[in-house]
Structure formats: structure tokens, C-alpha cells
């Protein structure tokens, strides 16, 4: 069975009725599903409704994330907060982290927001595509499951830990730079054990401290040990390894140091019995506003200019095009906007069984 097209009419509203079928309130399942469709909307597959299931659903069922969210701040400032999410809905949590760094920005300029005790929170790029939208900066960034291997290491330590930043320009869309401090993430390996592709060589070392290619035995041995992701730049030192690896290390102390959260091993999901447990992530969100500045208008015009200068640089010999960050996710929605998204076998399969569990009444491209 190939790809087909899913209409995203269909698409927000199955995807919310299944959240709202193991427990999540309306109006957060709304939240969670929106999140989770501006990554297919982005053509980032990896964060989409590949991850429906596996990520949300089996762990609701598993009973290590809470279908219910709880939204506590423990501590604050004019300027800053600190959250406990309770093993809450990681989209839910940070949505409304997001929401109060714009909020203290607005009256201060600066807003920062750090949050403890989440779940995989989607895609980054959500949160400060927010704050661009209110003529923001956007930065945020999240620990996750152990996985890279720092510099002349093969053993996974730290996450994938994005740090992701974003703002408004005068273009039809904002720059957003969202991407791991790994070569790839587990997310897109995930996604080619899923269409049965090979993970390319040098983006995951063994305890041997060669190369490893076979996805589906990557994903099995990234949670024995016996395969670790390389930070961003590759391994060792040649290539700039050692930058991945600090960016990471940045990441993971500030998604859990100022909130005194998980760190490192802590945030494997399994507890000392090999039995799953809930992942306890730490987030970071800062919202700036421009208008404490130079004004937003001023910034969106410098910033356009810049993008666009890149964009006109002199090309290499056999390339017709220069992207900056945030361009290429919305050249996809223009191909997306009016069709809907390209489901693989995989995820239809899964989608299929998620209707029949909660006896919902869809009836989808692949059905007839």
C-alpha cells in the first residue's frame, strides 16, 4: 500500500477525537493535535502523525504520561517562572509555558519560562513560531532520552536537545532554525525503520566506534547501550564534533538546572526493574520583544534583508537556489495546504487501529 493523501479537515479532527478517546480534555487534545499537524504542515515527518501513536497514545495507555494536564508554577518573577508539568501533555505544558514568557515579554521585554516534569513536547519550531507570530524572538529548547555520545565517547549521554530559534522578518513566513544538536535525530530513524530505508553511515557509532546502518537494530540498541547518536559535526574533533556536543551539553543543563529537573540518564523511561516509567523532561522557553528594541517593524525589515542577501549570494557550481532557515518547511505547505498529508502503510495501519480501539467512526483514504 503507498502513501496516500490524508485531508487535513479529517486529519485535526480524528487526531483530536483520539486524544479526547484516552482521556486528554477538548480543549488541550486541540492544542496537542495542532502541534503535532504544523510538523506534517512543515513536511517534517519525523514529529508528525508518524509520532501520533507511538509517542502519545501507548504512553497514555502505558500510564507514564498524564492524559490530564496539570499546570503548576512553583516559583516566579516579573520576568521568569518556573513550571511543574506533572507528566502532563508536553504540547499542553508548553503551549501555555510559551504563552506566559510572551505574556511577561510584553510587559518587560523578556520572558522566560523553564519547565520540569514534561513529555516529548513535538516540534520546537511551535513554540517560537508563537512568539514570532507577536513579533517576537523565539527560543526554546528540550532535554529528551539519552542518545548522543559525547565527543570521543561512544556512550549516550545527553538527548537530541534542539535549540530552537525563531522571529518575524517581512516575508510571507518567519525564520525558524529547529533542529537537533545531533547529526540526525531519533525521530527520523524512527522514520526509515518505518518505510524499511537505512540510516546513513556516520550518524550512529557502536561500541565498536564504527558506523551503523540497520534503522530497526539502531532503535533497539540506542536503548541498550550499544549504539549512541553522533553530535552535530560527526565524530571526533575533525569535522567539529566537539560543537554538537557542547551545544547539547548547553541544552540539557539549561532544560534542567533552572528548574531543578531530569538530566542525563535520569530521563531514560525505564525504571530500575526494566519497567517503563514516565520521562520527566525539562523544557526552556525566552520570548523577546522587539518592540523593547528598535520597534518590530525595524526588525522585520533588517532581518528580511539579511535573509534575502544570503539568498542572492554567489552559488556553487550546479546549484539554482540558496534556502535560509524556515523557506524550504514553507515551500511544503504551499505543496500541502490544499491536499492534505502523505500517510505511509506504517502510519495508516496505526491510525486504523486507533479508530477501532476507540470505536470512532472515520472512514480514510486507505479504507476504501
Known amino acids: 500500500m503507498p502513501k496516500m493523501i490524508l485531508d487535513w479537515k479529517t486529519a485535526y479532527a480524528f487526531i483530536t477525537d483520539a486524544f479526547v478517546g484516552v482521556g486528554v480534555p477538548r480543549e488541550d487534545a486541540e492544542i496537542c493535535t495542532d502541534v503535532l499537524l504544523a510538523s506534517d504542515k512543515r513536511g517534517i515527518e519525523s514529529h508528525g502523525c508518524n509520532r501520533f501513536k507511538p509517542i502519545y497514545i501507548d504512553r497514555i495507555k502505558a500510564g507514564i504520561q498524564n492524559p490530564v494536564t496539570k499546570f503548576e508554577i512553583i516559583r516566579e518573577t516579573p520576568t521568569t517562572a518556573v513550571v511543574d508539568g506533572h507528566d502532563g501533555m508536553g504540547q499542553v505544558i508548553s503551549y501555555k509555558a510559551t504563552q506566559l514568557a510572551i505574556e511577561k515579554a510584553k510587559k518587560y521585554g523578556m520572558g522566560m519560562v523553564a519547565v520540569r516534569n514534561s513529555c516529548h513536547y513535538g516540534i520546537a519550531g511551535y513554540y517560537v513560531d508563537m512568539c514570532a507570530k507577536e513579533g517576537m524572538v523565539g527560543i526554546t529548547g528540550t532535554n529528551a532520552r539519552p542518545s548522543i555520545a559525547p565527543t570521543f565517547s561512544v556512550e549516550n549521554m545527553l538527548g537530541t536537545n534542539p535549540l530552537t530559534i525563531g522571529f518575524p522578518t517581512d516575508e510571507e513566513f518567519p525564520f525558524i532554525l529547529d533542529c537537533a544538536t545531533s547529526v540526525s535525530q531519533r525521530g527520523k530513524i524512527e522514520y526509515y525503520a518505518r518505510i524499511g ?114 539568498r542572492n549570494a554567489k552559488k556553487a557550481p550546479g546549484c539554482d537556489r540558496i534556502y535560509t532557515a524556515g523557506e524550504k518547511e514553507y515551500d511544503v505547505w504551499l505543496e ?31 479504507d476504501k
Open 197 to 310: 530505508k537505512d540510516t546513513p553511515a556516520g550518524w550512529v557509532i557502536g561500541n565498536d566506534g564504527k558506523p551503523k546502518t540497520d534503522s530497526d537494530a539502531i532503535l533497539v540498541e540506542l536503548n541498550t547501550g550499544e549504539a549512541a547518536l553522533a553530535p552535530l559535526g560527526g565524530i571526533g574533533e575533525e569535522m567539529g564534533g566537539y560543537k554538537g556536543y557542547g551545544y547539547a551539553t548547553v541544552v540539557e543543563v539549561l532544560s534542567a538546572a533552572l528548574q531543578s529537573g531530569n538530566y542525563l540518564k535520569m530521563l531514560t523511561g525505564i525504571g530500575p526493574n526494566g519497567e517503563k516509567v514516565p520521562f520527566h523532561l525539562g523544557h526552556f522557553f525566552i520570548a523577546i520583544d522587539t518592540n523593547a528594541f528598535m520597534g518590530v517593524e525595524e526588525f522585520k525589515k533588517t532581518a528580511g534583508d539579511i535573509l534575502r542577501a544570503l
Open 336 to 366: 500541502r495546504k490544499d491536499s492534505g498529508i502523505p500517510i505511509n502503510e506504517a502510519v495508516q495501519a496505526e491510525m486504523s487501529q486507533v479508530r477501532d480501539e476507540l470505536k470512532l467512526s472515520y472512514v480514510f483514504p486507505w
